[in-house]
């Protein structure tokens, strides 16, 4: 990969600058038909999870196609969004006159813009190609290889350069997504995200959202993070700050400091957070009585678990059940 924008630890400043002007976490996807839409659904599935694991929307996402009327009438990405152009493996992506006017104000336009298969011809064509290396096809390499002559065509299937990123096709498309977030959000994120859609092999344990977004904020303090783990292991049997604190030989006031200054949060806080996030997944994926469940999750009467629950889910259980099951329009 070359993430020569995308590091935003380099020391260059203007660099830097540019980096994190360039990792928008706005998307304009604009596929080349009908044909390759499912390609950019995928990817916006890839923001969508990504929005998941962080616990907030951050990135938003809007989808056209390049055969609607509109996309050439006006432009559809404007300064401060990534455009992402999304086209198959078969044959090049072509536009016509009026789209390619379009296109061309829209890529100088964009923070970043992203090619996929076939999309590469479109900033040849526009003349607008801000980048010397790319990913290409193999089906397409004798064409880009005659408009740019001296373009590097990468030996992988995505690469990154300037304010620039390419992926050979729809399916490399998701790896470049999982890569731009990674570069925006932090090796963990990309990792556990790339775990999560299932393009890497899972972790054995690999935890909860809430374990997840919590040893993130950790940043890799081992005593944080042995603490979110023991607290995993035993939701059932809630244990108490000064158990853990003993089990990881600290003191309970030097847990507690941990917690506040890292997670913001106080180690019973975050117990419950992690307790709640079991239930939640037991209600939407088991059967199980709430009774069972409550208990299962560490709560000692249905009555506190709920109480807890619809504060932090505004919903009840109950109706959390009901929507896994029958779905929100019941």
């Known amino acids: 990969m070359y993430h020569e924008n995308l590091d935003t630890a380099r020391s260059a400043v203007s660099c830097a600058m540019h980096a994190r002007r360039s990792l928008s976490g706005d998307f304009v996807f604009l596929s080349q038909d009908d044909s390759v839409a499912f390609a950019a659904e995928a990817c916006i599935d890839v923001l969508r999870s990504a929005n998941a694991l962080l616990g907030h929307d951050s990135y938003r996402w809007t989808h056209l196609r390049a055969d609607d009327n509109d996309c050439a009438r006006a432009p559809v990405c404007s300064p401060g969004q990534t455009?992402?152009?999304?086209?198959?493996?078969?044959?090049?992506?072509?536009?016509?006159?009026?789209?390619?006017?379009?296109?061309?104000?829209?890529?100088?336009?964009?923070?970043?813009?992203?090619?996929?298969?076939?999309?590469?011809?479109?900033?040849?064509?526009?003349?607008?190609?801000?980048?010397?290396?790319?990913?290409?096809?193999?089906?397409?390499?004798?064409?880009?290889g005659e408009l740019a002559r001296s373009l590097d065509m990468a030996d992988s299937a995505t690469c990154h350069q300037n304010a620039f990123s390419s992926a050979i096709s729809p399916a490399a498309a998701m790896r470049m997504m999982v890569e731009l977030v990674g570069c925006r959000d932090g090796e963990f994120t990309r990792a556990a995200?790339?775990?999560?859609?299932?393009?890497?092999?899972?972790?054995?344990?690999?935890?909860?959202?809430?374990?997840?977004?919590?040893?993130?904020?950790?940043?890799?303090?081992?005593?944080?993070?042995?603490?979110?783990?023991?607290?995993?292991?035993?939701?059932?049997?809630?244990?108490?700050?000064?158990?853990?604190?003993?089990?990881?030989?600290?003191?309970?006031?030097?847990?507690?400091?941990?917690?506040?200054?890292?997670?913001?949060?106080?180690?019973?806080?975050?117990?419950?957070?992690?307790?709640?996030?079991?239930?939640?997944?037991?209600?939407?994926?088991?059967?199980?009585?709430?009774?069972?469940?409550a208990m299962a999750c560490g709560f000692s009467n249905v009555t506190l678990m709920k109480k807890w629950f619809v504060q932090?889910?505004?919903?009840?259980?109950?109706?959390?059940?009901?929507?896994?099951f029958a779905g929100h329009a019941a």
């Open 83 to 144: 455009l992402v152009l999304v086209g198959g493996t078969e044959r090049p992506w072509q536009p016509d006159r009026a789209m390619l006017g379009a296109l061309r104000g829209c890529i100088r336009n964009a923070a970043r813009v992203c090619v996929v298969g076939s999309a590469v011809f479109v900033p040849l064509a526009a003349g607008v190609l801000g980048a010397k290396r790319l990913s290409v096809h193999p089906n397409f390499r004798p064409g880009v």
């Open 312 to 324: 932090k889910y505004r919903e009840t259980p109950d109706e959390t059940r009901r929507h896994a």
């Open 193 to 293: 995200l790339s775990r999560y859609l299932g393009l890497s092999d899972p972790e054995p344990e690999p935890g909860s959202g809430e374990h997840w977004r919590y040893r993130r904020m950790a940043q890799g303090d081992d005593v944080i993070s042995d603490a979110l783990q023991i607290m995993l292991d035993h939701l059932e049997d809630t244990l108490t700050v000064g158990q853990i604190a003993d089990i990881l030989d600290v003191s309970p006031r030097k847990l507690e400091r941990g917690f506040r200054d890292l997670l913001r949060q106080t180690p019973l806080k975050v117990y419950r957070d992690l307790r709640l996030d079991r239930a939640h997944s037991l209600l939407s994926q088991t059967s199980m009585p709430l009774g069972e469940l």
